[in-house]
């Protein structure tokens, strides 16, 4: 067994062909894997569907959370897959073997030091969503030129539509455009916010799940 290196890491969690990569105490491992006769028991089942489910779930956001996650993973040594994948598999999968799921209230795509924003609201319009949040500044804390930050989960067409510079904090509100289909989609929905020089952001906040109508012909 050996530490992987980190700066050559893939995000990429679980077996591959004599190998697996995992994460053990907040440190990546890599280790070589013998060819085992044994039936797998329930909790290596367990394990390895937790591992699976993440990896699906991170592949379509990881551009996001190298933005989001960077200042966190500098302060604490670890990449932004590190810290995404170490959250999601401790805090955001539900449910017993072989239904475990997200939870997609307990997920995290952002994580810094910034106070959190009040007066967070998202409503659904003819063009998307339309997002609105307070534009008083905090001491220290705030300022206009903060960056929003939008992510729309799409559960069931395993994808994300997402922003990491959608607007200034002094806008107030900022439209996000969605593309119908031909069938009503279902939408999880994230928002954060960043200073400019991506020094500081906010942990994301889920501002719930909605369904973005059907277009009509």
């Known amino acids: ?127 998307g969503l339309e997002f609105s949040w307070d534009t008083d500044l905090v001491k220290n804390q705030f300022r206009h030129d903060d960056q929003l930050m939008v992510l729309v989960y799409l559960p069931k067409l395993k994808s994300a539509e997402f922003e990491t510079h959608a607007t200034r904090r002094s806008a107030g509100k900022y439209q996000f455009s969605m593309i119908r289909d031909e069938d009503p989609t279902l939408m999880e929905i994230y928002v954060s916010f960043m200073s400019t020089d991506q020094k500081r952001v906010t942990d994301s906040e889920y501002l719930g799940q909605m369904i973005l109508p059907a277009y009509e012909e």
Do not use: C
């Open 1 to 127: 067994m050996a530490k992987a290196n980190m700066d050559a890491w893939d995000g990429f969690i679980g077996r591959v062909g004599d190998t697996v990569t995992y994460i053990r105490m907040g440190k990546l491992v890599k280790r070589k894997i013998g060819i085992s006769s044994k039936p797998a028991t329930k909790d290596q089942r367990k394990s390895r569907q937790k591992i699976k489910i993440t990896n699906e779930f991170i592949s379509p956001v990881k551009e996001f959370i190298h933005v989001g996650m960077k200042p966190e993973g500098l302060a604490q040594k670890k990449t932004a897959n590190d810290l995404m994948l170490s959250h999601t598999l401790l805090n955001a999968i539900k449910g017993e073997y072989p239904n475990q799921e997200i939870d997609y209230t307990k997920v995290q795509f952002t994580k810094g030091k910034m106070q959190k924003t009040t007066g967070l609201q998202v409503s659904l319009n003819e063009d």
